[in-house]
């Protein structure tokens, strides 16, 4: 059930208090921008999705159902916007202006298949960490990357994941699972390209 | 029977009774292949987690006002009324509308009535001396017809 307070904020909201939608926003930006962020990466187009979110809230908010809790419905609407914008971008093969070479990349991949926890060497080296497995996160298709994103990377439950993305419970286990084997799929394809020492830039 | 590897997604999500995930820690402890997809999706989630979350440069307010701001304008406020079914199975419908609309005319054209009417309208004035479909009456047309078309 939506909180009380939210209740009445966004009954404010309705009415055209502007003030009381600003205090929506701020109540949710944390969830809202993390998820952009997270999803879209670029911060550019995350503020674009970030101001996108809450107009399409203010435009549906007369037809939410103030019964069900408000913050799963401002973040399907995200991820409703973040998985639109994920489509429409071209999917790259490969990366581009990397300035990791191949051996950095495949010592980076091992660690990360070998080492239980790379807490010391994330560390030293955080951006490259970061390129890597963002990238292996863009190979996935949009709605499972959103629902990889949800339940491992937020650590949300799968009640919480299907509300979000608003299927059914069963739907969103199966759409986390697929990633999962996307995933590991791609990093073997991807270490077996650099182990055969195929040049960067090429086909993963 | 399911193999231990296939319990991976299962154990994962914390799916397995105590004592499955007693044996499927004990198989994790020997299969590499298990224990890398393990720390693959661990690592994984350990780095995009570390990864800073900058602050949205934009104001809430400016947010808020520029949201009332783009809700106001026409086209968002119809667009919100119209939920994406309801603008498809109009679109569907309105489709099949001018379709049968469009066929309708040749419709005529092409059935059993219709034919008759243009094979009648076809005929030589000359030769019948008249347009037979228009100044015949019925029972004088189906004789005229019965008689070949002789011209009376």
């Not at chain 1, 298949?113 to 963002?134: C, D, F, G, R, W």
């Not at chain 2, 701001?69 to 939920?83: A, I």
Request: glycine residues 6%; charged residues 25%.
């Amino acid at each position: 059930m939506t909180d009380s307070t939210d209740s009445i904020l966004i009954e404010a909201a309705v009415n055209g208090d502007m003030t009381a939608f600003a205090e929506l926003v701020e109540r949710y930006r944390p969830g809202v921008w993390g998820m952009v962020h997270r999803t879209l990466g670029n911060s550019s187009d995350g503020e674009d999705a970030f101001q996108e979110t809450f107009m399409r809230a203010l435009v549906y908010l007369p037809r939410f159902d103030r019964r069900r809790p408000f913050g799963p419905w401002i973040l399907r609407i995200a991820s409703n916007y973040c998985i639109d914008q994920l489509r429409r971008r071209k999917t790259r093969k490969y990366r581009l202006w990397s300035d990791l070479s191949e051996s950095e990349e495949e010592n980076i991949l091992k660690t990360m298949s070998t080492e239980p926890n790379i807490e010391e060497m994330l560390q030293k080296n955080p951006h490259k960490y970061l390129e890597v497995a963002q990238f292996l996160l863009s190979r996935l298709k949009p709605r499972r990357r959103m629902a990889f994103i949800l339940r491992e990377i937020e650590g949300n439950s799968y009640e919480t994941v299907a509300a979000i993305l608003g299927v059914p419970e069963v739907t969103a286990r199966v759409r986390v699972c697929r990633a999962r084997n996307d995933l590991e799929r791609r990093f073997r394809e991807y270490l077996a390209t650099l182990e055969g020492g195929i040049k960067n830039g090429k086909a993963v | 029977m399911e193999k231990p590897c296939d319990q991976f997604n299962r154990y994962r999500d914390g799916m397995l009774n105590p004592e499955e995930q007693t044996e499927y820690k004990s198989h994790l402890s020997v299969c590499r292949e298990c224990r890398s997809r393990s720390f693959l999706l661990d690592n994984l989630a350990r780095v995009i987690k570390s990864q800073e979350v900058p602050a949205p440069v934009l104001e809430i307010t400016q947010v808020a006002a520029r949201a009332y701001e783009k809700c106001g304008s026409w086209d968002v406020f119809l667009l919100s009324w119209l939920r994406p079914a309801v603008a498809w199975s109009g679109l569907a419908l309105l489709v099949v509308l001018l379709s049968f609309l469009w066929a309708l005319p040749a419709a005529r054209q092409t059935g059993a009535g219709g034919e008759y009417e243009t094979l009648m309208n076809q005929i030589d004035p000359s030769i019948t001396g008249t347009n037979a479909s228009a100044t015949l009456t019925d029972d004088k047309l189906e004789l005229w017809l019965e008689q070949g078309g002789a011209i009376q």
